[in-house]
């Protein structure tokens, strides 16, 4: 494929969509059309603006081989396949004088199962149907959508139901019997999405379930030619989420309740009851870590209150597991589908249970008590993305923010591929038809004017914030700020405390003035909240982690952006301490190495909330003076877009309040 080819389609995807070409979005494609054709691996840092979708759909199109795009959020996934796909199909089929055809395919829990469904004995999820009458009108909508002709079974697509609704008529991978065995094998909508996306040039999906195939090593998804990542920074974490275990007093009841329905008898009774006791044993110990400091999470073992528990769990499980194989009888279609999701759930418990009661020493076992449940995640996840993805096929991964401090040793390491770390083991050995260490790495910039389009405002006086939240300070400032700006105003926090005490004060400083105060609630929907934000310019939304990426509000919606801290891990988040102090054990820095990296990934992803279109002025405050007065702050700098810098707030807010007066005087 040469580069005007790409030149070429590019162009014409760009004229399809309305929109213009890019020096950075050029170079990206010329490096992506580089990297599948010679089968390398290719990190390219892309800011906001650059169009790095096409950049990366436009090559691979060309190309002509298939492609597996993977994102972190629904978002993304759904601008995909509802706008940019749609209309480059168009314009390239022209262009390049053959078909084209692109699918999405998600996890089966995400589609409707209709064996589940037209069951005649309802199971374990179903009886909560019954039980709470008020959820029978939702069963009743979703019953009448999958009714009809044409539809795809999706949850995306389907009416808006309650949580206990979709999952009495869903089911798992790991409990779902397969088409050749289901009566609804046929017309099973995963399925038919499968075998969509089995012939598809382009295949979007997201980051957990291809993380989901690269940790079981077990394919799920369609074969391919090369992998996309886009949002590869978060890329990392979706890996580890999809290798913790989990364990519940809820879902080790589920899977006897399901069992007793099943199987009743003996091995039904003794996992009931050692469910029954793990449950108690689970509440008794939640009572007693609630006066320990939340240090204390991380656990070296299972607590002697609940190790013999969780060990007659995985022992009633086994016992019970055997039975089921034994039971070789059935040759009903919905009984081998009862069957089927009897053992995947009751295994699922005692893979849990084994797991926990036999910690490595690459791994870290905590309790979180919100929820009572116990997690174990390994300390790292590199090997397996190495082994099992980068060995595989030639990967494009992409982000606005790839690079700490102007480097991209970072995510390279936390993939497994950084050539520096490879050399020193000598028992690297890739395994598989490409070469991890052949990697390309390229920043392609943004084409936003950084310097003349936004101002970074680092007060340099204010306290350092603590554990309490921000200073009394910090919020007296960011008052002004609001006040300067008139509303208009994103405001980040790195903890719930700090949008609690921002929400306490500002409605004290502000009530005078016609400012609306949105703020983020446990549990809100995050698109709700932008939606309001972005319809009223007096507005401000103050908010915690889930709002430092993805929300994209261009306009005079958002003039201010406000990050009260430097978003360092939580002293007690229990798999980042652990890998820091495993680097510090082995004669590194884990602040170096673990903390500062992922702080400075979420900064620039914060500040990037700002400069969203070539029209957007504005100012991102941080309220943090750690990174002006800390010789660490130069790394952070660095990681983030070249706005223009000053520590003079008076000249801040009275370039705040010019901005304003512009917007109210054109009536924005």
Known sequence: MS?????????????????????????????????????????????????????????????????????????????????????????????????????????????LCLQKMNADDSGVDSQVLVEISSLESDARRLRQWASRDGISGDRDDAPEVDRRVWLANSTSGRECVGADECRFGAQCFAVKAKTKAQSADIVVTNHTLLAIEIVDSHPILPERDAVILDEAHEFMDRTTQAVTEELTAARASRAANMLRKHLPGKAAEALGKACEGFSRALDEYGQEFRIKSSDERKLQELPLLLAPWVRKIKEAAESAIALINADSLIVDPDALAERARVKGAVNEVKTTASKMLKIGSN?????????????????????????????????????????????????????????????????????????????????????????????????????????????????????????????RTLALFSSWRGVEMADEHLRRVLAELPIKIITQRRGDSVGVLVEKFAQDPTSILLGTMSLWQGVDVPGPSCILVAIDRIPFPRPDDPVMSARAAQIDASGGSGFMQVSLPRAALLLAQGTGRLIRSIDDRGVVAILDSRIVNKRYGSVLLNSMPPLWRSSDGAVIRESLKRLASQYNSTGQ
């Open 3 to 111: 580069a005007e080819s790409v030149r070429k389609a590019l162009a014409a995807a760009v004229e399809a969509i309305g929109g213009s070409q890019r020096a950075g979005q050029i170079a990206m494609a010329e490096a992506v059309a580089n990297a599948l054709e010679d089968r390398h691996h290719l990190l390219v840092q892309a800011g906001t603006g650059t169009g790095k979708s096409l950049a990366y759909l436009v090559p691979a199109l060309v190309h002509g081989k298939r492609v597996l795009v993977a994102t972190a959020t629904l978002a993304l996934q759904r601008q995909l396949i509802e706008r940019d796909l749609p209309k480059v199909q168009k314009a390239l089929e022209k262009e390049l004088g053959r078909s084209i055809s692109f699918a999405v395919y998600k996890g089966v829990g995400n589609y």
């Open 363 to 487: 791994q870290v076992l905590w309790f979180e008590p919100t929820f009572s449940t116990l997690y174990l995640a390994p300390l790292e996840v590199s090997h397996l993305l190495r082994e099992n993805l980068f060995t595989k096929t030639p990967v494009i991964a992409t982000s606005a923010t790839l690079s700490v401090g102007n480097s991209f040793a970072a995510i390279a390491k936390s993939f497994g591929i950084d050539p520096l770390e490879a050399s020193q083991d000598e028992s690297s050995d890739s395994g598989g038809d490409i070469d991890p260490e052949n990697l390309v790495s390229l920043d392609v910039g943004s084409p936003f004017d950084f310097a003349s389009q936004g101002a970074l405002y680092l007060p340099r006086d204010l306290p350092e914030p603590t554990r309490d939240g921000p200073s009394a300070q910090a919020l007296v400032e960011l008052g002004e700020l609001i006040d300067a700006a008139g509303g």
